[in-house]
């Protein structure tokens, strides 16, 4: 079992509000990554992080920010979240070597109103 | 650049059908390849995995080779369970694209009882 964790699981907000989605890992790993999935399942790369301080963005242009202050936290925000925005969030980690398997959350399902 | 192509879904099967997932890959280098199974309402998890020419990765009865001559990683199941109804992904890692893991666009089977 994977030890990485998002919270909140579903979360329903206005147009206009700010949110925060948070991603943990317990497992030590310097790479971790978010993924938007569109109901046709692909996944989109939005940003990624090679360890702390070290954040870029990703394959699919995103509004949304990141930032890597611990090695084990890995928050996405949205300023200002617009109904364009509703989608699910994946984070994942994996480990510094390039061959590695990526371990996932269970994911965020954002729906903004 | 690197890319992985699998086979378009979705795909429905009766209960003890075989199963075979297409997919095939495009990579600079000598990458480890990936299926990943991603099950309604979770994130995505690792079945099996393969990193170098000719291993084959196996697990819950699942089984793929990866044959450098074909550039191809098929996902296959002699017989499937309702259990198995799921989104599964191809991937690849370690290649031209760096750290990055590439996904394939996923692929939807049904099992029915």
Request: charged content about 20%.
């Amino acid at each position: 079992e994977a030890d990485i964790y998002q919270t909140p699981r579903y979360l329903v907000i206005g147009t206009g509000k700010k949110i925060t989605l948070e991603c943990s890992q317990t497992m030590g790993h310097d790479k971790m990554y978010w993924y938007q999935q569109d109901p046709g399942m692909e996944l989109h790369l939005i940003h990624y992080s090679y360890g702390v301080n070290s954040t870029e963005k990703g394959d699919l242009s995103s509004e949304s920010t990141v930032s890597r202050i611990r090695t084990e936290h890995f928050p996405l925000t949205l300023e200002s979240a617009r109904p364009s925005h509703t989608s699910q969030y994946l984070c994942a980690s994996s480990e510094r070597f390039m061959n590695t398997e990526a371990f996932f959350g269970q994911g965020t399902r954002l729906t903004v109103v | 650049g690197d890319s992985v192509t699998q086979m378009e879904g979705p795909v429905t099967l009766s209960e003890e059908a075989f199963l075979t997932i297409n997919c095939t890959y495009t990579a600079t280098g000598y990458p480890s390849l990936f299926w990943y199974v991603q099950y309604p309402g979770e994130g995505l998890q690792l079945l099996l995995k393969a990193t170098k020419a000719d291993d084959k990765g196996s697990n819950k009865g699942f089984e793929a080779t990866y044959r450098k001559e074909t550039t191809s990683f098929h996902l296959e199941k002699g017989s499937v369970q309702v259990s198995d109804s799921a989104v599964y992904f191809c991937a690849l890692s370690g290649s031209g694209g760096g750290f990055k893991t590439i996904f394939g666009a996923g692929t939807r089977l049904f099992v029915k009882a």
